[in-house]
């Protein structure tokens, strides 16, 4: 099965966390910044070692490096560029790329011209890749760092550029200390503008996290996610089988399908989900996967992860013995979950379909 030809669907992919190594050294050769390493091999190792903490917090210090060498117009549109053709060389026909722009001001940018910068990026790789006989489209998700106070103004940022481009709000950066009710004004707004919402939570923090994305932020679908197993009790009976019962947390994402975003690589670097042991063997995806919750399957930063979305679709694969039609359904779950018209929707699940029924 080469997972790496079959149309897929990303949700949760940081545009600040996927770049290539050698593009980092070279802007960075022209901006005077130092790096950690000074050749790409040594780059992208130093990224991943350091991203493999077993912290979100050690792990986002990472992001300093990335972030410093996306402060320029050209540069972000260079990245935005050249992350649609490195998702098209993996198969992806559709993703949505999450950032923060009030991190990319270091140069004098106003917000509106670095989302202005990312979307001519975003659509300079999506004609390259429809000029190479390809298919790829893209959507941002525009992210308020949650230690900041600058949530509302993003909240407005994302409103105003919904026609071109952006395709849903999210808030990002750590969780535990940071909950959405500090944003609460900020979702509000966003909500009294139907605006779609993506909230980073159950990944460093547990269901206090999730149930406040759900209440104050309205969150639509829910950023890893994956501390949802916390709230589902595995009870053994007699014979051969086990009693599930479901929280009211994880009840309401059950029942009412939120879709967890969920990046296997990222959580074992940060950490997420250790409810069940260490390692992915003991990844709570399988369970909550067993259990009919909406799970999606993600990159969240290739770079860190040293990973792709055809990565962790094998990484699952090889340790929980899923075929094609497992995979299949990890996509219609992400298809179903995107922050796309109906319309849309419908097209991209009949490219998926088409696409895996040549395989299934």
């Known amino acids: 099965m080469d997972i790496q030809k079959l149309p897929k669907i990303s949700l949760h992919d940081h545009l600040d966390g996927g770049l290539r190594s ?10 005077g910044y130092k790096l ?67 991190q990319h001001q270091q140069s004098g940018l106003t917000l509106q011209e670095a989302v202005d910068a990312v979307q ?6 999506m004609e390259l890749v429809e000029a190479m006989g390809g298919f790829i489209r893209t959507g941002q998700i525009v992210s308020a760092m949650r230690q900041g106070n600058r949530s509302l103004e993003i909240a407005e940022l994302a409103v105003a550029n919904r026609n071109d481009g952006v395709v849903g709000f999210d808030i990002a950066g750590p969780e535990k200390g940071f909950p959405p009710s500090m944003h609460k004004t900020a979702f509000d707004f966003l909500a009294d503008q139907l605006m779609p919402i993506t909230v980073h939570a159950g990944e460093a923090d547990g269901l206090s ?12 679908r829910l950023g890893h996610g994956v501390n949802i197993i916390e709230d589902v009790m595995l009870t053994r009976t007699e014979g051969d089988t086990d009693l599930v019962l479901l929280g ?5 994402v059950h029942d009412r399908q939120i879709a967890l975003e969920i990046s296997p690589s990222s959580n074992l670097q940060t950490g997420a989900g250790e409810q069940l042991g ?9 369970s909550l996967y067993e259990l009919g919750f909406q799970v999606t399957v993600n990159t969240d930063n290739r770079l860190q992860s040293a990973t792709t979305l055809t990565r962790e679709l094998e990484m ?7 075929g094609i039609e497992d995979l299949h359904q990890f996509q219609i779950n992400a298809v179903e979950a995107s922050f796309q018209s109906l319309d849309t929707r419908e097209e991209l699940m009949e490219m998926i379909d088409s696409g895996f029924t040549q395989f299934e």
Request: proline letters at 5%.
């Open 209 to 220: 996290s999730i149930k406040d994305a759900i209440v104050t932020g309205r969150a639509l």
């Open 248 to 252: 009211p947390v994880a009840e309401w």
């Open 36 to 102: 950690p390493e000074s050749e790409p091999h040594g780059l992208s190792t130093w990224f991943y070692q350091n991203a493999n903490s077993g912290s979100l917090e050690r792990y986002l210090v990472t992001f300093d490096h990335t972030i410093a060498v996306m402060q320029k117009p050209e540069h972000l549109r260079r990245i935005a560029t050249e992350t649609v053709l490195d998702l098209h060389a993996d198969g992806v026909i559709y993703a949505e790329l999450r950032w923060a722009p009030e």
């Open 22 to 31: 050698s593009t980092m050294i070279e802007i960075a050769d022209e901006i």
């Open 120 to 125: 001519d990026g975003l659509e300079e790789g």
């Open 316 to 322: 699952l694969s090889e340790n929980f013995e899923y």
């Open 278 to 286: 260490s390692g992915i063997a003991n990844h709570p995806f399988d």
